[in-house]
């Protein structure tokens, strides 16, 4: 079970998980963030949970959470910024948890848009990004993370394209440490990237992504489209050229076709 002060003893952080909530069991940590949030958490405020019972993924998928194997958590941010940096935070999230999950672990981590972590291929982590918002502005980001730690046993409908650290790494991971880590990175790139522009995550999102040049195709609302991937928009969309186009896509999901 985690406990507050175990996880921040070690931790390396000005202003993230100065407040963490741990819960074993909770329905999602992003329903939580935001409750606290609603009710004025401060920036960096962490919910943390050992299981989830309703975990969510993007497009309202599950997110497959058991005891005490994973890290399942969210983060309160309070950006002055506007709605327009709403696709960027994801790229940001995937970045600051790639870098500190390869520095834990020496594994190579590449970032698949909008809000994956694969390792070797297979998914090892995901990013849900909810908020609320006032006049165009961002009032709270909740910042969701999931990662498979130490689980080796996968469901059926998930052992093809999902892995964890402990499996591609063959050797369990210390959850608590990868933890300090992550929120250390996030911070230190969040401080940055306010400084510098939220759009400078887009090139640092791009030297750990190997989707460029590929041709993929989008499945969004039924419909699928193939195209080869060109670059990201300044906005955090993903540029895809069909039929001599380049198109500006925003959602949807994605199937990589040729390496
Ligand atoms: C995805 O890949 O679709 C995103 C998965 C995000 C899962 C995390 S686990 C912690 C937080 N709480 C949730 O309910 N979801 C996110």
């Known amino acids: 079970m985690y406990a507050e002060r175990v996880l921040q003893k070690g931790l390396r952080t000005q202003v993230f998980?100065?407040?963490?909530?741990?819960?074993?069991?909770?329905d999602s940590t992003?329903?939580?963030?935001?409750?606290?949030?609603d009710i004025g958490a401060s920036e960096g405020t962490v919910v943390i949970a050992e299981e989830q019972t309703a975990g969510r993924g993007r497009l309202g998928r599950p997110w497959f959470s058991p005891p005490s194997q994973n890290l399942t958590f969210?983060?309160?941010?309070?950006p002055q910024l506007n709605n327009e940096v709403l696709n960027l935070l994801p790229l940001y999230t995937a970045v600051a948890v790639a870098e500190a999950i390869e520095r834990t672990t020496s594994l190579k981590v590449e970032c698949k848009w909008p809000n994956d972590l694969?390792?070797?291929k297979k998914k090892v982590g995901g990013i849900?990004?909810?908020g609320s918002f006032k006049n165009g502005k961002i009032e709270y980001a909740v910042i969701g993370v999931g990662i498979n730690v130490n689980l080796d046993v996968f469901p059926p409908d998930l052992s093809e394209k999902a892995s964890s650290l402990r499996i591609e790494l063959n050797a369990e991971v210390d959850r608590a440490r990868l933890f300090q880590e992550i929120l250390r990175?996030?911070?230190?790139?969040?401080?940055?990237t306010l400084k510098k522009g939220f759009q400078s995550v887009v090139p640092e999102w791009i030297t750990h992504s190997s989707m460029l040049g590929k041709t993929i195709t989008v499945s969004q609302h039924g419909n699928a489209l193939s195209g080869i991937v060109k670059g990201l928009s300044q906005d955090g969309g993903l540029l895809l050229q069909t039929n001599g186009t380049v198109m500006t896509l925003f959602a949807g999901d994605i199937s990589v076709l040729e390496s």
């Open 74 to 78: 969210s983060i309160v941010l309070r």
């Open 118 to 120: 694969l390792i070797n």
């Open 30 to 37: 992003n329903n939580c963030a935001k409750a606290v949030a």
């Open 185 to 192: 990175s996030l911070e230190r790139h969040y401080r940055r």
């Open 128 to 130: 849900l990004i909810e």
């Open 17 to 26: 998980g100065n407040k963490i909530y741990t819960f074993d069991t909770i």
